[in-house]
């Protein structure tokens, strides 16, 4: 069984530009979530999606943004970027809505100059 | 959410059980006890859950006190593969929200 797959795995972009990245999770698992990794601040939750709906967000500004598609896959989106959006982002899937156990994939690496 | 408290550190010898404990005086009734771990430069990976009853799968045990103040997840043969970092995190019953703290390094050596 495939994991979960993020594309791109790195990418560089610099101040002002946006963003999308994607997120394609375990096949028959509905449940999408991101975090975003940084040195500084570890690892924050920043979105969950269940069945197109997002059902929970995170502490994040409303430039961080994302969807659910109907095949579960899911993007995220981050606008005007600062130098503080470099991190390590992380989406994780599971088969639930209300699981604990979810499945991580590699993350895409986003550097902002 | 209720706060884990874990050490920042921890080694353990190749082929020894290793005891990672972690703190969450704060829990509530309906939160459950999840261990993560996240080796260097991979996304974290689910270990072991539990609420009230100690756990064990092929990975690990989970021993959660009696009173829930406390928890320690057990590898009973540490391989060198082992060395990652290990995140503790209470979570509620609903949703998929979880919140890591700073974990601890697991470091072992041969």
């Known amino acids: 069984k495939a994991g979960v797959t993020q594309t791109p795995r790195y990418l560089i972009k610099t101040r002002g530009q946006q963003v999308t990245l994607s997120c394609s999770p375990i096949?028959?698992?509905?449940?999408v979530s991101w975090y975003q990794q940084t040195p500084g601040q570890g690892l924050q939750f920043l979105f969950e999606?269940?069945?197109?709906?997002?059902?929970n967000k995170g502490n994040f500004p409303g430039r961080f943004s994302g969807r659910q598609f109907s095949n579960s896959r899911s993007e995220m989106n981050v606008s005007t970027l600062e130098l503080g959006d470099s991190a390590l982002y992380l989406c994780?899937?599971?088969?639930?809505?209300?699981?604990?156990?979810?499945?991580f994939g590699e993350g895409s690496r986003l550097t902002v100059l | 959410d209720a706060k884990t408290t874990q050490p920042t550190s921890m080694d353990c010898a190749e082929g020894r059980a290793a005891n990672l404990p972690c703190n969450h005086s704060?829990?509530?009734?309906?939160?459950?006890v999840y261990w993560y771990r996240q080796i260097h430069s991979q996304g974290p990976q689910y270990i072991i859950h539990?609420?009230?009853n100690n756990e064990t799968n092929e990975m690990a045990s989970l021993i959660i006190t009696e009173d829930r103040k406390s928890s320690t997840l057990i590898l009973p043969h540490a391989t060198l593969r082992d060395t990652a970092v290990y995140y503790c995190?209470?979570?509620?019953?609903?949703?998929?929200?979880?919140?890591f703290g700073a974990g601890t390094i697991l470091r072992v050596k041969s």
């Open positions: 096949s028959g698992h509905r449940s």
């Open positions: 999606y269940f069945s197109e709906t997002q059902r």
């Open positions: 539990g609420l009230k």
């Open positions: 995190i209470v979570r509620p019953s609903y949703g998929n929200k979880l919140v």
């Open positions: 994780a899937s599971s088969p639930r809505e209300a699981s604990g156990e979810l499945f």
């Open positions: 704060t829990i509530s009734g309906n939160e459950y």
